[in-house]
């Protein structure tokens, strides 16, 4: 989407958003069954590597982007030795207890995983989501996956909606504040927040989409049952090249890791 | 081109037709200007014309229209597209892609054109409006004027033979609306449109209009003809029904009721001229009988603002800025959008906070003043009414503020009743405020605002988007309050108001207060104007291109200024 795609020429921008979708789910679903952490450390790695050198991401901006998911993972990996259940880690040697809490080493591996595996599966998605228009990815499914075209632009003129709703929001608050609403602190004053927002926001988006859905059937659109498109979407070479190598590679990697015995066990369901 | 006859329509779910047996016929190449009060069904009719009504809602109850000989109920949405478009009013609700691009050719898709075909005819409707060099750009970071612009190339890529132009600068800054009507001129001179036209910044485009067509609040016609006849025959009933009139119609009507023998009756500026000029030449320049009213006691200074500058993250904002607001004033700040202006006002009301030492109320800092204090001095209505309304009666609405300020439930009950009687609500007490109409949603918000007796009012373009009698209404308003000493500081785009409401003006461009003080004082600088994008209302343009010969006309710019020429006869 429009907030975090990042413009520009890179051999990833370039790419059809159909096959950076493909292997972005792929190797997603790769990475859930996953269970050991030297794989998805291995495809951090690889990932950044990719986002630096075939999407030329600028390391700073990169660095920003990471920063917050990184912090998602640490947060997982204080939170889980704490929650993780007992039994499936108390034969493992007890490093710390705290009146009912109690920290094994079973436990601090188990969190290590979950936490590079988190972060792996976050990275993972980078490639298709910052480099990828999110026009041209609706586009696409339309055009090549067969997305009813109504739906699919439907979908982009609700995303012209965004910037819109957002300055619309901070305008409320600000005429709320001038008003001298002090919304209570916490929960309560979010809902009540939420409430008072909800009635102007609502009343001006559905007259909004009104308008919107008028220019656009005064357009001619729906009018046919299909449609014509003047920047046709389609898969290049660089796509299959693209799709072939990152799979092929991928798969090596796993094969050498598998070599190495560092991959654990793979299983989606993992401590049942 | 247009044939419509015996037209009934109305909307699902509306007891009353919008439309009411009406007929009408435009002939090829006719410019057609309609006029009418709000909810006269302006609108309406010319969305029969490309037959999204009845395709996409409302519902014809009788009769029908052709469009070049095709029964649009019976013609496809498709092939109603490549004859009629329709440029609405707001520049953000007619998008739907994200860029300048897709838009243009996302209706030609629609069409199932070969996207070769496409190539051409992007470019031409991108050229035809002088976008060429926005081709790549992202259709929300364009001004509203851009906005227009591109949604009027999105209309004639498709080729239609009649345009509508739904009121298109109705929501736009000065620079916005000088570049529409620019375009609206170049497709006139170039004659190959049907140009149906629903405005009320008459004076703008007179010249272009070859008929006008007056709707009735029954949805009926009232009037149709050649614009001479209309507003010459029906100045008096076009008033009183809330409809517009030129401004040059209104002064030559006046004239006329001081006994003046006019040769022909003006509608545009340049007419208007050569009307007036055997009048001034016949009598001579008299000296001005009204001089400026001195202000003789020294007022309090509401506000003092003192070199404030502002940055937003690395983006300037405002530069130095410095004016000093006295009790009882009513100024208007003017400026393109994006110049300033509102972050200007939000200073003043503590929603942005101002250095230490830069902006003080009543000779207080308000840095240092509690948000609360603030607030029981000044009040500020922002350009939505609706984004103010915190509770769902209209009675609780005005009372908010007044339990805020801690008054007992006693006290509260009364003084909002006062209030909403005051206003023209009290019926509505038990109302939710969103049911309202768009006008009583205007009066309710600055009641609401006005609910502790602050002394100040802050109106951020109180006119935006409201018709003219609301508008007019709002304005009688303001100028009621300001004579009880209130001062009033108003954001506005209408310099019309500017010459009729204010007594003081102040134009921010970039960041930079480039000039303060009387209004005639500013309509003299055509350099400012000009560098700032203001059109001179339109009298003060006829006083301005008079004024070369008569001197003495300089800085007129209101009816009251013309008074000394209604009154020559009489005298």
């Known amino acids: 989407m429009r907030m975090v795609y990042l413009q520009g020429e890179s051999f990833l921008h370039k790419l059809n958003p159909l096959s950076k979708f493909l292997v972005n789910m792929a190797l997603f679903t790769f990475m859930l069954f996953t269970s050991d952490p030297w794989t998805p450390l291995v495809f951090i790695v690889l990932t950044v590597l990719v986002l630096l050198i075939l999407g030329k991401i600028p390391l700073m901006r990169l660095a920003k982007i990471l920063a917050p998911l990184a912090l998602i993972a640490v947060l997982f990996l204080l939170m889980y030795p704490l929650a993780v259940r007992q039994s499936l880690v108390d034969h493992t040697p007890l490093l710390w207890q705290w009146g009912p809490l109690r920290v094994y080493q079973g436990g601090i591996s188990y969190a290590i995983s979950t936490a590079l595996r988190i972060l792996a599966l976050l990275t993972l998605s980078l490639p298709f989501s910052l480099t990828t228009d999110s026009a041209d990815f609706i586009r696409a499914l339309v055009q090549q996956w067969r997305l009813p075209y109504r739906v699919g632009y439907s979908v982009l003129a609700a995303f012209g909606f965004v910037p819109l709703l957002q300055s619309e929001v901070s305008v409320i608050s600000a005429a709320h504040r001038v008003r001298g609403v002090h919304a209570a602190a916490g929960w309560r004053g979010a809902y009540e927040r939420l409430r008072r927002y909800a009635v102007p926001l609502l009343t001006g988006a559905i007259r909004q989409a009104e308008r919107t859905a008028l220019t656009m059937d005064g357009r001619a659109f729906g009018a046919l049952p299909a449609r014509t498109y003047f920047r046709r979407m389609q898969f290049f070479p660089a796509d299959w090249l693209f799709i072939t190598g990152s799979l092929v590679a991928s798969l090596l990697l796993v094969l050498v890791l598998q070599y190495f015995g560092l991959l654990g066990d793979l299983s989606l369901l993992k401590i049942l | 081109?247009?044939?419509?006859?015996?037209?009934?329509?109305?909307?699902?779910?509306?007891?009353?037709?919008?439309?009411?047996?009406?007929?009408?016929?435009?002939?090829?190449?006719?410019?057609?200007?309609?006029?009418?009060?709000?909810?006269?069904?302006?609108?309406?009719?010319?969305?029969?014309?490309?037959?999204?009504?009845?395709?996409?809602?409302?519902?014809?109850?009788?009769?029908?229209?052709?469009?070049?000989?095709?029964?649009?109920?019976?013609?496809?949405?498709?092939?109603?597209?490549?004859?009629?478009?329709?440029?609405?009013?707001?520049?953000?609700?007619?998008?739907?892609?994200?860029?300048?691009?897709?838009?243009?050719?996302?209706?030609?898709?629609?069409?199932?054109?070969?996207?070769?075909?496409?190539?051409?005819?992007?470019?031409?409707?991108?050229?035809?409006?002088?976008?060429?060099?926005?081709?790549?750009?992202?259709?929300?970071?364009?001004?509203?004027?851009?906005?227009?612009?591109?949604?009027?190339?999105?209309?004639?890529?498709?080729?239609?033979?009649?345009?509508?132009?739904?009121?298109?600068?109705?929501?736009?800054?000065?620079?916005?609306?000088?570049?529409?009507?620019?375009?609206?001129?170049?497709?006139?001179?170039?004659?190959?449109?049907?140009?149906?036209?629903?405005?009320?910044?008459?004076?703008?485009?007179?010249?272009?209009?070859?008929?006008?067509?007056?709707?009735?609040?029954?949805?009926?016609?009232?009037?149709?003809?050649?614009?001479?006849?209309?507003?010459?025959?029906?100045?008096?009933?076009?008033?009183?029904?809330?409809?517009?009139?030129?401004?040059?119609?209104?002064?030559?009507?006046?004239?006329?009721?001081?006994?003046?023998?006019?040769?022909?009756?003006?509608?545009?500026?340049?007419?208007?001229?050569?009307?007036?000029?055997?009048?001034?030449?016949?009598?001579?320049?008299?000296?001005?009988?009204?001089?400026?009213?001195?202000?003789?006691?020294?007022?309090?200074?509401?506000?003092?603002?003192?070199?404030?500058?502002?940055?937003?993250?690395?983006?300037?904002?405002?530069?130095?800025?410095?004016?000093?607001?006295?009790?009882?004033?009513?100024?208007?700040?003017?400026?393109?959008?994006?110049?300033?202006?509102?972050?200007?006002?939000?200073?003043?009301?503590?929603?942005?906070?101002?250095?230490?030492?830069?902006?003080?109320?009543?000779?207080?800092?308000?840095?240092?003043?509690?948000?609360?204090?603030?607030?029981?001095?000044?009040?500020?209505?922002?350009?939505?009414?609706?984004?103010?309304?915190?509770?769902?009666?209209?009675?609780?609405?005005?009372?908010?503020?007044?339990?805020?300020?801690?008054?007992?439930?006693?006290?509260?009950?009364?003084?909002?009743?006062?209030?909403?009687?005051?206003?023209?609500?009290?019926?509505?007490?038990?109302?939710?405020?969103?049911?309202?109409?768009?006008?009583?949603?205007?009066?309710?918000?600055?009641?609401?605002?006005?609910?502790?007796?602050q002394q100040t009012l802050i109106l951020d373009e109180p006119t935006f988007g409201q018709d003219e009698r609301n508008a007019a209404a709002l304005m009688a308003l303001l100028r009621a309050l300001n004579a009880q000493g209130k001062t009033i500081i108003m954001i506005t785009h209408d310099m019309r108001l500017v010459a009729e409401a204010a007594d003081k003006v102040a134009v921010i461009l970039e960041g930079r207060l480039e000039f303060f003080g009387q209004p005639a004082a500013l309509f003299a600088q055509e350099d400012l104007l000009a560098r700032a994008h203001l059109n001179l209302p339109p009298l003060a343009r006829l006083a301005a291109l008079m004024a070369t010969q008569y001197p003495h006309m300089q800085g007129w710019s209101t009816l009251q200024d013309y008074q000394t020429l209604t009154q020559m006869v009489r005298v």
């Open chain 2, 1 to 453: 081109m247009i044939d419509v006859s015996a037209l009934t329509i109305k909307y699902t779910g509306r007891k009353r037709p919008i439309l009411r047996d009406l007929s009408l016929q435009v002939p090829q190449g006719q410019t057609l200007l309609i006029l009418g009060a709000s909810g006269s069904g302006k609108s309406s009719l010319a969305l029969t014309f490309n037959g999204l009504i009845p395709h996409s809602i409302g519902e014809v109850l009788g009769g029908q229209v052709r469009v070049a000989g095709a029964d649009t109920q019976q013609t496809s949405v498709a092939q109603l597209a490549q004859r009629v478009g329709i440029l609405f009013q707001d520049p953000d609700a007619q998008f739907a892609t994200l860029t300048v691009e897709d838009e243009i050719v996302f209706g030609l898709e629609n069409l199932c054109l070969d996207p070769a075909q496409m190539e051409a005819r992007l470019e031409t409707a991108l050229s035809q409006v002088g976008m060429l060099h926005a081709r790549h750009r992202p259709v929300y970071a364009l001004s509203g004027g851009e906005k227009q612009r591109i949604a009027l190339a999105a209309l004639l890529a498709m080729q239609p033979e009649v345009l509508v132009f739904d009121e298109p600068t109705a929501n736009l800054d000065s620079v916005g609306t000088q570049q529409v009507f620019a375009l609206l001129a170049q497709l006139k001179a170039r004659g190959q449109h049907t140009l149906i036209l629903i405005e009320h910044k008459l004076d703008e485009l007179m010249h272009l209009v070859d008929r006008v067509l007056v709707l009735d609040s029954e949805g009926q016609i009232f009037a149709d003809g050649a614009p001479r006849e209309i507003f010459d025959r029906y100045a008096a009933e076009l008033q009183e029904m809330g409809v517009w009139t030129p401004q040059v119609c209104m002064l030559a009507q006046e004239l006329r009721l001081a006994g003046h023998v006019l040769p022909s009756f003006p509608v545009t500026i340049g007419e208007a001229v050569k009307v007036l000029a055997p009048l001034l030449a016949a009598h001579p320049a008299q000296s001005a009988s009204s001089a400026p009213p001195t202000n003789a006691s020294p007022r309090s200074s509401v506000y003092s603002i003192r070199d404030l500058s502002f940055h937003y993250g690395d983006i300037p904002a405002l530069h130095n800025v410095s004016m000093e607001i006295s009790q009882g004033d009513f100024l208007a700040i003017v400026g393109p959008n994006g110049a300033g202006k509102s972050t200007l006002a939000r200073h003043l009301i503590g929603l942005l906070d101002p250095p230490a030492g830069t902006v003080f109320l009543s000779e207080r800092d308000i840095h240092a003043l509690e948000p609360r204090r603030l607030a029981e001095q000044v009040a500020y209505v922002f350009q939505n009414p609706e984004h103010q309304f915190v509770t769902e009666r209209v009675e609780d609405e005005v009372a908010y503020g007044l339990r805020v300020a801690g008054l007992d439930e006693a006290l509260v009950a009364e003084q909002s009743r006062q209030l909403l009687d005051t206003f023209g609500l009290a019926r509505y007490a038990r109302a939710n405020p969103f049911t309202l109409s768009h006008g009583e949603k205007r009066r309710l918000s600055v009641a609401a605002m006005l609910a502790v007796g």
